[in-house]
């Protein structure tokens, strides 16, 4: 697992308050990625897939909204906004 910086803001959180407003989004994934995180899982596979994505607490409703999205299409209107 990543430690936390926000895909929006690069931040980071700077203290153990700030670290609990930082939230993980999950975003859609296709079929062939889902085959390789169930792969994954089995072999016991502990890095960080792209789908899951920091927010802070600041960003973290524009990253919720955009969840349902494919995580490559959700992180290219993310860059833009
Ligand atoms: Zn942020």
Known sequence: MRPPSCVICTRTPQDEEQYSSFKI???????????LERE?????WVGHPPWLM?????HLAQGE???????REAGERLRTT
């Open 54 to 58: 920091w927010f802070c607490g600041e």
């Open 25 to 35: 989004v999950r975003f859609s994934i296709d079929a062939d990625e889902e085959a």
């Open 65 to 71: 909204e955009l969840a349902d999205l494919h995580w």
């Open 40 to 44: 994954r899982a089995r072999d016991g």
